[in-house]
């Protein structure tokens, strides 16, 4: 039981970690960034160029990668985004869509099908703790999930790019008629979506390897969670993730591990239904 | 000197002649480059598997086509990407019948063929696969001939392997949710019925998951005393890291994948070590020194491992040029000789055809040792 509740939680806190990668770009933009799983894909890739074809010391790696992933959000920006401001939502959420496509098959062109292995900074290593078994990789997707949940909330609540960005995401032409840098401050709302993706990608490739389909799965299961905690909202996203991780773990060992993957979208369908702004987001009117 | 009879040196020239004339007889009616076609998931979740068919294919036309070709005339390989999906693969397999090909290549995604049933009987067109479901050969479909071992085959095998030589009689079933682990489930749990076994848990996981720890941990508790495991390279890696990460030291048997080169690479020698396999041939294990120059000259052009479709579509191709020299381009010829093939000897096995089209009906038995895949025995279907 308490290994599968561990379990559980461990899974849960990677669809909490995608999920606020997710979150940074939605806060900015109020866009549904439906690559953010591709996104997440190109950064396991990276981390298994630095780390295997590059022979690159681990520290090096986590580096190369989050520089390479600001860049890419930059130019997913400008690509996916930027030409289709002020356009209906539809059109931006669709752009996503081919983009992640496009990146999947690059990845898949260039790296091949054959899903690879990529290191871990603590190896295999784990404590055994009575029964239960704990793995130190994944005490370290928890602390870094932890880490980044709070350095987020700071950022956005304590800082004047912070405070720009939620300016820019409630009315964007307010925000620029009162001195804010719209087109930069999205910039780097997408540049900081792109490198929380590439730390998802780095974090959870040592546990389920590198292939270019891995990102999808794990993108709708960020929205489910993003859609259960209230979207744009980080804490909620967290909790939802923690939560849902719990419930299929559950569902899995209790019920039947045919129907865990179900569990989790019919969770999504039953929120859209009876509460569709989250457990903790706050009802929302159409502006006119 | 030793100098040879008059009369043997004609007799020797006539039978040139003869096997000359008789292979040029059979490649007049063949057009000039030999069309031949192929469609196989090259994208998505599951061109891991299609890739071999293509490689496969390509290795052998490439040596035929070096060598001579069939009576001086060359193959031709078009292939189309039946990307993860049944309608695509549909579509794709339509635009390659469009090119007449004399024999067209599908993949080993069950479903995939299942869809292209209708098009196959339309087009008149022999088409050579590998999907493993036991059912798909029950069809009636004439046009469609099966080179590769399949569910049923293994089904019956496994479980008699698990209970009579691995003396193990709490097995527990985990499977990949699709087609391929649920159809494969079902037969397993039949073939232990029939043995008086019955699995003390039977789980599953979906194609694209990456968390298989409820179910693992589920099995721990189960009171199993091995885990039958089936499975896509990719996934059945990841069982294998988390089985070891959860500390469960139960042995691990299964389909190839178990033991393919793909999923090896990616376990350290603990993950990997103690896993069985039972399945197609895998060409970069054991002395067959034709099959190790196979697989290592497809890994340098490709970097990617051959498996057991990767030999099968190659001997699929080899076997489609040997009738081809005997019966020429007309398709339904070209059909009927491939259906009354008796033991054509391919790269490591015999394959025979039977009244249903089935080609292949050996298997191999597989061991981890570390890293190291260790060949341990042979069966025969129907056999242990």
């Known amino acids: 039981m308490f290994q599968l509740l561990l379990n559980g939680l461990a899974m849960g806190a990677i669809y909490a970690l995608i999920a606020l990668g997710l979150l940074q770009i939605f806060n900015a933009v109020r866009i549904v960034n439906f690559a953010q799983g591709q996104l997440l894909m190109v950064g396991a890739y990276m981390g298994l160029a630095g780390s295997a074809h590059f022979q690159m010391p681990m520290w090096m790696t986590y580096?190369?990668?989050?520089?390479?992933?600001?860049?890419?959000?930059?130019?997913?920006?400008?690509?996916a985004y930027y030409p289709l401001r002020g356009k209906p939502f539809y059109l931006v959420i669709l752009t996503t869509i081919a983009v992640g496509i496009v990146l999947e098959n690059l990845v898949l062109i260039i790296f091949g099908p054959l899903p690879q292995s990529v290191p871990s900074p603590f190896g295999s290593a784990h404590w055994n703790v009575g029964e239960l078994v704990v793995s130190k990789h994944v005490v370290f997707i928890f602390a870094t999930t932890a880490a980044l949940?709070?350095?987020?909330?700071?950022?956005?609540?304590?800082?004047?790019?912070?405070?720009?960005?939620?300016?820019?995401?409630?009315?964007?032409?307010?925000?620029?008629?009162?001195?804010v840098r719209v087109h930069r401050t999205v910039a780097v709302a997408f540049m900081l979506g792109a490198m929380l993706a590439g730390a998802g990608g780095l974090l959870v490739a040592p546990l389920f390897l590198a292939d270019p389909a891995m990102g999808s799965a794990l993108g709708l299961k960020a929205f489910v969670v993003s859609v259960i905690g209230g979207f744009g909202n980080l804490y909620g996203a967290v909790i939802a993730g923690l939560l849902l991780g719990l419930i299929e773990a559950l569902v899995a060992g209790y019920i039947s591990s045919n129907f865990r993957d179900a569990f989790a979208f019919v969770l999504l369908v039953a929120f859209l239904f009876v509460r569709p702004q989250g457990m903790f987001g706050e009802k929302q009117s159409e502006r006119v | 000197m030793h100098v040879l009879p008059l009369r043997f040196l004609i007799g020797a020239a006539a039978a040139c002649a003869?096997?000359?004339?008789?292979?040029?007889?059979?490649?007049?009616?063949?057009?000039?480059?030999?069309?031949?076609?192929?469609?196989?998931?090259?994208?998505?979740?599951?061109?891991?598997?299609?890739?071999?068919?293509?490689?496969?294919?390509?290795?052998?036309?490439?040596?035929?086509?070096?060598?001579?070709?069939?009576?001086?005339?060359?193959?031709?390989?078009?292939?189309?990407?039946?990307?993860g999906s049944g309608p695509n693969a549909l579509n794709s397999m339509n635009r390659l019948m469009e090119g007449k090909p004399v024999v067209l290549f599908s993949s080993m995604i069950s479903p995939h063929i299942f869809t292209q049933n209708d098009a196959i009987k339309n087009g008149e067109t022999p088409v050579l696969v590998a999907g493993t479901n036991a059912q798909l050969m029950k069809q009636g479909n004439p046009w469609l001939i099966r080179m590769h071992v399949h569910d049923g085959q293994l089904a019956d095998a496994v479980p008699r392997y698990i209970v009579e030589t691995l003396k193990k009689s709490k097995p527990a079933i985990l499977v990949v949710a699709d087609d391929y682990g649920l159809g494969a489930s079902k037969g397993l749990q039949a073939a232990f019925d029939k043995l008086g076994v019955k699995p003390v848990a039977v789980e599953s996981y979906g194609l694209n998951d990456?968390?298989?720890?409820?179910?693992?941990?589920?099995?721990?508790?189960?009171?199993?005393?091995?885990?039958?495991?089936?499975?896509r390279p990719g996934d059945v890696a990841i069982v294998l890291k988390q089985r070891k990460a959860l500390g469960i030291e139960l042995p691990v048997i299964g389909n190839p994948s178990t033991v393919a080169a793909t999923t090896v690479a990616n376990l350290t020698p603990e993950e990997s070590d103690?896993?069985?396999?039972?399945?197609?041939?895998?060409?970069?294990?054991?002395?067959?020194?034709?099959?190790?120059?196979?697989?290592?000259?497809?890994?340098?052009?490709?970097?990617?491992?051959p498996d057991n479709f990767g030999v099968g579509y190659r001997d699929a191709m080899y076997m489609v040029k040997d009738v081809i020299e005997k019966v020429g381009c007309d398709r339904a010829k070209i059909r009927d000789s491939l259906r009354a093939l008796k033991d054509w000897q391919g790269l490591m096995i015999s394959y025979s055809a039977d009244k249903e089209g089935e080609l292949a009906h050996t298997m191999g038995i597989y061991r981890n040792k570390g890293k190291v895949t260790e060949q341990i025995g042979v069966i025969k279907a129907g056999s242990n």
């Open chain 2, 18 to 83: 003869a096997a000359t004339g008789a292979y040029a007889q059979g490649a007049a009616s063949c057009p000039n480059p030999i069309p031949i076609a192929l469609t196989t998931p090259l994208t998505s979740g599951v061109a891991l598997l299609g890739i071999q068919a293509k490689l496969g294919v390509e290795h052998a036309i490439g040596e035929i086509n070096a060598a001579g070709g069939v009576g001086g005339k060359t193959f031709k390989l078009s292939i189309e990407d039946a990307t």
């Open chain 1, 149 to 179: 949940l709070l350095v987020q909330w700071w950022f956005l609540m304590h800082t004047r790019f912070g405070r720009m960005v939620q300016a820019t995401s409630q009315d964007m032409e307010m925000a620029r008629l009162v001195g």
């Open chain 2, 274 to 305: 103690g896993a069985y396999g039972i399945g197609g041939m895998l060409p970069q294990v054991g002395t067959n020194q034709k099959a190790l120059a196979f697989a290592k000259d497809v890994l340098e052009r490709t970097k990617v491992p």
């Open chain 1, 63 to 79: 580096g190369v990668t989050f520089a390479a992933m600001a860049i890419l959000g930059l130019v997913f920006m400008l690509v």
């Open chain 2, 210 to 231: 990456k968390d298989m720890t409820a179910q693992l941990t589920k099995i721990k508790t189960s009171g199993a005393d091995i885990i039958l495991l089936w499975g």
